[in-house]
């Protein structure tokens, strides 16, 4: 059984979606978790649940595309708690056209804030965990990374994280600090949900399982990479998918 009592977590992007049942697993495994998004009564009412359960979270309004307002969130988190053990980089957005169509302002968004947004969380993130010598990054990537039609700018952007992460692994790795990407393949949340009935079909076709999968599925291995137990894992790209090949 994993346990993440005492362990101070900051789960970006976890108002609703894929970022909620993060924020929602890591807290059922005590953890106290900060819960950090743009929403601000989405962040109050997902840190409202995790107490009414009987379990700890704060809400912490911030923007990571940003860069004061990440380096708040993090600076914040260790002068309250003294120490962060546990980020979890989810926040994201798609803005999905086909490249001939794609406006400059599509494209900058997707990228200021799915990758530049991870970026702005983790440079403070190192900062406090290589003085710790502890620490747990995991940033959320896609299946998307190696090309989808209609995301010439997420894709790119979620390539960038999978760089992002497998540098700051070999810097950190000696400080011991486990950096890890998690490809998650597709997950029925409302970003999913917004695409058409034609192109959902077609992405469940291409998954071996037969069925999107849900945020708790993402969550499990965010729990496992935050554990003791994974230790030894880090630089690692991991699908969730149910075997999804794009
Ligand atoms: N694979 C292959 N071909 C595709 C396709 C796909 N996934 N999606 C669209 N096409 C084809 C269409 O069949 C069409 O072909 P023809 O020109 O030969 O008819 C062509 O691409 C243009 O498609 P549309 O007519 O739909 O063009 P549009 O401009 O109206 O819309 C779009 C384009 C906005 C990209 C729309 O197709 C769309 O929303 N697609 C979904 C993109 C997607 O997969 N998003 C994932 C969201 S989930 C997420 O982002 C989470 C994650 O991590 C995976």
């Known amino acids: 059984m994993i346990d993440l009592n005492g362990k101070v977590a900051i789960v970006t992007g976890s108002a609703r979606g894929l970022g ?15 819960v950090s998004d743009l929403n601000e009564e989405g962040t109050s009412s997902t840190a409202q649940e995790i107490n009414d359960s009987g379990k700890s979270a704060e809400p912490f309004v911030a923007n990571v595309a940003e860069s004061a307002s990440a380096k708040r969130l993090v600076e914040e988190t260790v002068q309250k708690h003294g120490k962060l053990d546990i980020v ?30 991870v970026y702005n969380v983790m440079q403070p993130a190192s900062i406090q965990m290589r003085e710790q010598q502890a620490g747990r990054i995991i940033n959320i990537s896609s299946a998307s990374w190696l090309g989808n039609v209609g995301q010439a700018n997420y894709s790119a952007a979620k390539a960038g994280v999978v760089g992002l ?4 692994s070999r810097e950190l790795g000696k400080k011991n600090v486990t950096v890890n990407a998690i490809c998650p393949g597709f997950i ?23 069925r999107a999968g849900k945020p708790e599925d993402v969550a499990n291995c965010i729990a496992f990479l935050s554990s003791d137990q994974a230790e030894y894992i880090t630089g690692e790209v991991i699908n969730v998918g149910g075997g999804m090949v794009l």
């Open 20 to 34: 909620k049942g993060i924020a929602l697993k890591l807290a059922e495994l005590n953890a106290h978790v900060v």
């Open 88 to 117: 979890v980089n989810n926040a994201g957005i798609n803005k999905d056209s086909m490249l001939h169509k794609m406006e400059e302002s599509a494209w900058q968004q997707v990228i200021d804030v799915n990758l530049t947004g």
């Open 165 to 168: 992460t497998k540098t700051a």
């Open 188 to 210: 029925e949340t409302d970003m999913t949900r917004a695409v058409p009935e034609n192109v959902w079909d077609l992405m469940v076709s291409k998954i071996s399982m037969g």
